[in-house]
């Protein structure tokens, strides 16, 4: 049985979760609460993860610490099409391992600000890192502006979503609350329109479903998640 140490308003805990919305897995949760108790730092819980961080699976005797780590344990063991982590395709790999590590970058911005906002982390240099968060968006639009003009409507140049999309997504979608507006990247905010498309989408506080598409009928069918 699947374990997820778990905080509902833990970015990097709702990338779990999504991805085990979109495999159908069924799993228990163990609630840690991070905010104001710190539970993640308790004697406890540190026998479960040293390091104090949430998202960790159990996985019967097998025990993942990292949320990307999570995300590849996840898609690989249950995900029979290797759609959402296509290890026969080295190519594509390589660029899902890329976007991996940028979401991390992603969380030391974009989340670190949110922090400092919503969750009186005052040691945090938030101007600092909403300006890097800006760098990383600049980035992040102009890469998925060229990938739409190329007929690609995910982070990498695959047919369906992959565990990149689900890395990137969190700390995009809920960076307003760390006082980083989206208004100045379209092809960000059409990919994040587009992610909450994906078959089985699920919210968290702060993260709403689409509304009604605002895009082109002919874009609908690209759209489409695995499965469709």
Not at 85 to 107: M, R
Request: aromatic share 14%; net charge positive.
């Amino acid at each position: 049985m699947l374990t997820l140490y778990d905080y509902e308003l833990s970015g990097n805990c709702y990338k779990v979760r999504l991805l085990m919305a979109f495999l159908k897995l069924s799993y228990s949760q163990r609630v840690i609460e991070f905010y104001p108790s710190k539970q993640h730092k308790s004697r406890e819980f540190l026998d479960i993860n040293p390091l104090g961080q949430l998202p960790v699976l159990s996985d019967q005797d097998i025990i993942i610490r990292d949320a990307q780590a999570i995300l590849v344990y996840l898609a690989t063991k249950y995900d029979k099409q290797k759609i959402w982590y296509p290890t026969d395709k080295a190519a594509l790999l390589a660029q899902v391992s890329e976007w991996l590590f940028f979401a991390n970058e992603l969380t030391s911005t974009s989340s670190a600000a949110r922090l400092h906002d919503g969750f009186f982390y005052t040691d945090i240099r938030v101007r600092e890192c909403r300006e890097k968060a800006h760098d990383l968006f600049r980035v992040f639009d102009e890469h998925l502006y060229f990938n739409e003009q190329q007929g690609h409507y995910w982070v990498c140049k695959s047919k369906h979503p992959t565990i990149a999309d689900i890395a990137c997504f969190p700390y995009t979608i809920l960076s307003e609350e760390g006082g980083i507006s989206r208004i100045n990247y379209p092809a960000i905010r059409r990919w994040c329109d587009r992610f909450k498309r994906i078959p089985n989408f699920t919210v968290m506080s702060g993260v709403f479903p689409a509304g009604p598409n605002r895009y082109p009928t002919e874009h609908q069918n690209r759209n489409k998640g695995p499965g469709d």
